[in-house]
């Protein structure tokens, strides 16, 4: 049997150390580009969970449980992770999850179109009204509100959160019979609201909740028009029942109520909330879609535009036309006004 001199045992043993560093190596590598891909696996399945519970929900047509509610108010925004899931799944390389990001994706664009009846009115025009609806935050926008209505000069301002020094507020700056005409609800933080008119006000009972939502029958031009502030509970998670509860009531006055209609305010909901759908599906409309503006955010300030949520609305019966839709920035507040110039038709 031939032996290996020092040297060649010592290059053979050396070949072998090689060989086995590279194997190592080479293994470790694998291990960590499978563990990498099951990590981006595990992360877009999370991403996917998430956001698959907010749109199984909107494709239910229900609102679901919290934080279902609270999300869905920026469902379109939910674009942004599930894009990222899509991204995640691809280095992961992990079909099913690619294709059920792309379901998604499509699930949301469809959900991001604008939701309600556009029917064009006809007949004769009878008055050209502008409506303004803001939210004060608690009175502290007040100022900020009193020098917009000045400036815009709306025939009908519903504000909400106008406790008693906003409201004397209100009386003090338009006592020079600008608005001779009001509604209100008094109360303390954000039980107030009211509603301005230019036009002569017949007081009636107005929707039942937590906090005030007046109502009235404005004489416009000879025409009843109806008038109702809305101001639901927020979808709060131990506050749920109540907010769906007080969002049916304002479903149950517009299913009822027949001619002329303006139901205005801080709706605490989104298109995208199940609760806001059925009060459109009475046969209202929102003013904001009716101008091409469904999706121009109104709340939180903080972020808006351009992220945000709409849940300031303006909603009109079919005998309104909506020419153009405005957003105001006011100071001291988390929402933004909404100005929308109606033309009321013969019909």
């Known amino acids: 049997m031939a032996h290996l001199s020092e040297g060649e045992a010592g290059r053979a043993e050396g070949r072998i150390l090689e060989s086995s560093r590279v194997a190592y190596e080479e293994t470790v590598e694998r291990v960590e580009r499978h563990g990498g891909r099951v990590y981006w696996a595990w992360i877009a399945g999370l991403l996917l969970l998430g956001v698959g519970a907010v749109v199984g929900c909107r494709l239910a047509d229900t609102d679901g449980i919290t934080p279902v509610p609270q999300l869905l108010a920026f469902l379109p925004w939910l674009l942004a992770p599930t894009g990222l899931a899509l991204l995640l799944a691809f280095l992961a390389r992990w079909r099913i999850g690619m294709l059920w990001a792309m379901v998604t994706l499509a699930l949301l664009a469809w959900f991001s179109e604008p939701y309600g009846k556009t029917m064009e009115v006809g007949g004769t025009a009878v008055a050209e009204l502008r409506v303004l609806t803001s939210n004060v935050k608690f009175g502290q926008a007040t100022e900020s509100l009193i020098a917009a209505v000045q400036r815009q000069r709306p025939d009908l301002v519903f504000v909400q959160e106008c406790e008693y020094t906003c409201s004397d507020a209100l009386k003090k700056a338009f006592a020079d019979d600008a608005y001779p005409y009001r509604q209100a609800v008094e109360g303390q933080g954000s039980d107030g609201s009211v509603i301005l008119s230019r036009y002569p006000l017949k007081a009636t009972d107005g929707v039942p909740g937590t906090m005030g939502m007046p ?116 100071k001291d507040t988390d929402h933004r006004a909404v100005l929308a110039d109606l033309t009321l038709f013969q019909g």
């Not at 809305?230 to 979808?235: D, F, Y």
């Not at 303006?262 to 806001?276: K, R, V, Y």
């Not at 009716?290 to 955010?297: D, F, I, K, N, S």
């Open 215 to 330: 109502g009235a029958v404005a004489d416009v031009e000879g025409r009843e028009v109806r008038l109702q502030l809305a101001h639901p509970m927020p979808p709060l998670p131990d506050q749920l029942r109540l907010w769906r509860s007080e969002l049916g009531a304002l479903r149950a006055y517009a299913a009822r109520t027949k001619g002329p209609t303006i139901l205005a305010g801080d709706f605490n909901a989104s298109q995208d909330h199940a609760a806001f759908r059925r009060i459109l599906d009475t046969g209202l409309r929102d003013a904001a879609r009716l101008a091409g503006e469904a999706r121009t955010p109104t709340w939180p300030t903080a972020t808006a535009p351009p992220l945000g949520a709409q849940i300031d609305h303006i909603l009109v019966s079919r005998q309104f036309l909506s020419r153009e839709v405005t957003f105001l920035d006011l």
